[in-house]
């Protein structure tokens, strides 16, 4: 059974980065459509970035400019870059992957 398994989340300062991995298995990185969603307290889960299997890539304007989705398609691993953190970016983290793979979540709190 394929999974996702997230890792790299944690507490970082406002203007800190963070780098999220997301480990998969098989084929899944060049078949799908992949990304990461994200899930702040009272708050409806939304997209934040997605990668084709083409390798084009996708943004929410809320952090256009600061993170960035890339992904290593021999390691199965999909990578979230977030730089110049904001506290609003506080939220659990999922890997996801077309149409409804999702993985366990990673928390990131931004704060002073």
């Known amino acids: 059974q394929v999974q996702l398994v997230e890792s790299g989340g944690g507490l970082v300062q406002p203007g800190g980065s963070l780098r999220l991995s997301c480990a998969g298995s098989?084929?899944?990185?060049?078949?799908?459509?992949m990304g990461w969603y994200r899930q702040a307290p009272g708050k409806q889960r939304e997209l934040v970035a997605s990668?084709?299997?083409?390798?084009?890539?996708n943004y929410a304007d809320s952090v256009k400019g600061r993170f960035t989705i890339s992904k290593d398609n021999a390691k199965s691993t999909m990578y979230l870059q977030m730089n110049i953190l904001k506290p609003e970016d506080t939220a659990v983290y999922y890997c996801?992957?077309?149409?409804?793979?999702w993985g366990q979540g990673t928390q990131v709190t931004v704060s002073s």
């Open positions: 990668i084709t299997r083409g390798g084009s890539t």
């Open positions: 098989g084929s899944i990185f060049t078949t799908f459509t």
């Open positions: 996801w992957r077309w149409p409804d793979l």
